[in-house]
């Protein structure tokens, strides 16, 4: 099977960095994806690692260790607009995690 | 193309009622994928075309639930004798094969009353 863990929340204030870390279990690897959905919203790619290390997307990043079976996603000069909902997922047919709401404060 | 389209985007049922929701993907994308998603919840894979053919079910899809893909293009996605535990966000994605590639649509908020 596969399961994933994420923290459910995080806060931060605007223009800070903030690391939402991601453990997962899958019997099979085929790269761990991120998704960002607003409330109400769909959810949103933002980032896939297949290998190991950083991965750079504008303000966001995101890191696989496959030894370690853990990634986290990463992103720089936070804005208000982050908040959101961010999951990570695993497998071919993607298994999400429980997702972790970022609260982006003024 | 405007991306993934389903329809409706909410829908209130009676329970014991049957309904039917549709998701037209993006026209090359030849992977399209049902989720079920609940407040607060990741979304949870229900099913799994590829092109008309229905590839995977996840064992957590009762007999009341089927999907299908007639044509390999639009997809539609059945509930028979709704319950109140089916009332959820259900989400239709698509795909080209690649997961940079995997788009969903805005779902169709399910309430069973």
Redesign the interface.
């Known amino acids: 099977g596969q399961s994933l863990e994420q923290p459910s929340e995080v806060t931060a204030v605007e223009g800070a960095i903030v690391q939402i870390n991601c453990t997962y279990q899958t019997s099979g690897f085929y790269g761990l994806s991120w998704y960002q959905q607003h409330d109400g919203g769909a959810p949103t790619f933002l980032s896939y690692n297949a290998l190991d290390g950083l991965e750079e997307t504008g303000r966001f990043s995101s890191f696989l260790s496959r030894s370690d079976s853990y990634g986290y996603l990463l992103l720089q000069e936070l804005q208000m607009k982050d908040s959101a909902s961010y999951f990570c997922a695993v497998g071919q047919n993607f298994v999400f995690g429980p997702g972790t709401r970022l609260s982006v404060l003024p | 193309d405007t991306g ?1 389209s389903q329809d409706p985007r909410h829908k209130i049922t009676k329970r014991g009622q049957n309904v039917t929701f549709r998701c037209d993907p993006i026209s090359e994308h030849n992977r399209l ?1 049902w ?1 079920r998603q609940t407040l ?6 229900l099913t ?1 075309f590829q092109n008309e053919a229905q590839l ?1 079910k996840s064992r957590l899809l009762s007999d009341r639930f089927s999907a299908e893909r007639p044509k390999g293009s639009f997809s539609t996605l059945e509930i028979q004798r709704t319950e109140q535990g089916d009332s959820a966000m259900y ?1 239709c994605a698509s795909s080209s094969g690649t ?2 590639g ?6 169709t908020r399910l309430t069973v009353v």
């Open positions: 993934v994928y989720y607060g919840q990741g979304p949870e894979f799994y995977e989400l997961p940079r995997y788009t969903f649509g805005s779902g």
